[in-house]
């Protein structure tokens, strides 16, 4: 079968299409023929050597895909044979909070990915995926959609009437608009690209900020919120953003740190003068992702789709990411 693997180093061109011997299921396991994948900037900082700087290769990447199940081992009874499945982003996160062990389980960077024809995972770490999506759709939702669902709603308790800042135009901040949206919150959301800000507002943003024509971007989000702050800011940008979230986040709101995309100095101080609650987010449990794609199917949510590679062109698809020209996710189709 096909595999791509990180072959010999860090960087794009080491990934190899390459031939390997393909997976058979033992016990408690599944094999299942993939069918589309989806990317994460995680898969940027893999290849660059900055997630995992002292992985082992040769290293199958990817941790987001949708396929079918082909054959079961032994004692399987999660799924059957012919069910379309996407696997668990942690593959021993099942349930409760987050511990090292569960941590330590990422497909695509703690363990090996799913970027090959044929793949083996416990069943126990398979996950059935909403009816009514494609394969290209249902492929986005194990880390980014899992990540702003657990962000706003499992720990955040996002209700109706709440105020939510999204940042940029990732995967995660448009999966964020769109929870949000569902649970009836106000959506503010900032850019650098107008284009784009135009796309968060046919989306449901109540508020758009391009961050580069309004650098305070936190006062103009004060002056939204008629001075109070927003109840929610999913963070992506990191310690070059931070001060400005918590100078924007409401006294006793609450900021979910996401994404490291910005270096810079952080003064913690208001933190603990304004009670904010700063809360790391690392993608979320099986239980989280079975919650999750029950509210998707009922509301019929689509994740936004930006381009589809074919598997053959993941590094293309990659550079395409590292452009920065996506809206939404990218995705690679068998």
């Not at 033992?26 to 900055?50: E, F, P």
């Not at 363990?111 to 059935?128: K, S």
Request: include cysteine; charge should be neutral.
């Amino acid at each position: 079968m096909r595999a791509y693997h990180l072959n010999t180093g860090f960087d794009i061109a080491n990934l190899k299409l390459v031939d390997v011997p393909a997976p058979r299921p033992a016990a408690g396991q599944v094999l299942i023929k993939m069918k589309t994948w989806s990317l994460n900037y995680r898969d940027l900082l893999v290849v660059r050597g900055i997630y995992a700087p002292k992985l082992k290769f040769p290293f199958q990447m990817i941790s987001d895909g949708v396929g079918e199940v082909i054959a079961v081992g032994a004692g399987v009874t999660r799924v059957n044979i012919g069910d379309r499945v996407s696997g668990a982003f942690m593959q021993a996160w099942i349930d409760g909070p987050p511990s090292d062990g569960k941590n330590h389980s990422a497909l695509g960077g703690d363990i090996a990915g799913l970027a090959a024809e044929f793949v083996v995972l416990d069943a126990e770490g398979c996950v059935h995926v909403p009816a009514h999506l494609t394969d290209e759709e249902a492929a986005t939702l194990p880390c980014a959609a899992l990540t702003a669902w657990n962000a706003l709603v499992t720990t955040g308790h996002l209700k109706a009437g709440d105020t939510v800042l999204t940042q940029g135009t990732g995967g995660v901040s448009l999966f964020a608009l769109q929870f949000a949206k569902m649970h009836g919150a106000r959506v503010i959301s900032t850019s650098s690209s107008d284009e784009k800000l135009e796309r968060m507002r046919a989306l449901g943003a109540s508020d758009t900020i391009n961050y580069k024509s309004t650098a305070n971007w936190s006062k103009r989000v004060l002056e939204l919120t008629g001075g109070v702050g927003v109840d929610h800011i999913v963070e992506v940008g990191g310690a070059g953003t931070l001060g400005q979230s918590v100078a924007c986040v409401r006294t006793g709101g609450r900021i979910s740190l996401i994404g490291v995309l910005t270096g810079g100095e952080f003064n913690p101080i208001p933190i603990l003068m304004k009670s904010i609650a700063l809360q790391g987010i690392f993608v979320g449990s099986r239980t989280m992702f079975d919650e999750m794609n029950r509210a998707i199917s009922l509301h019929q949510m689509r994740p936004v789709v930006d381009r589809v590679f074919p598997f053959s062109e993941f590094p293309q698809a990659l550079r395409h990411m590292e452009s920065g020209a996506h809206f939404g996710k990218i995705v690679l189709k068998a």
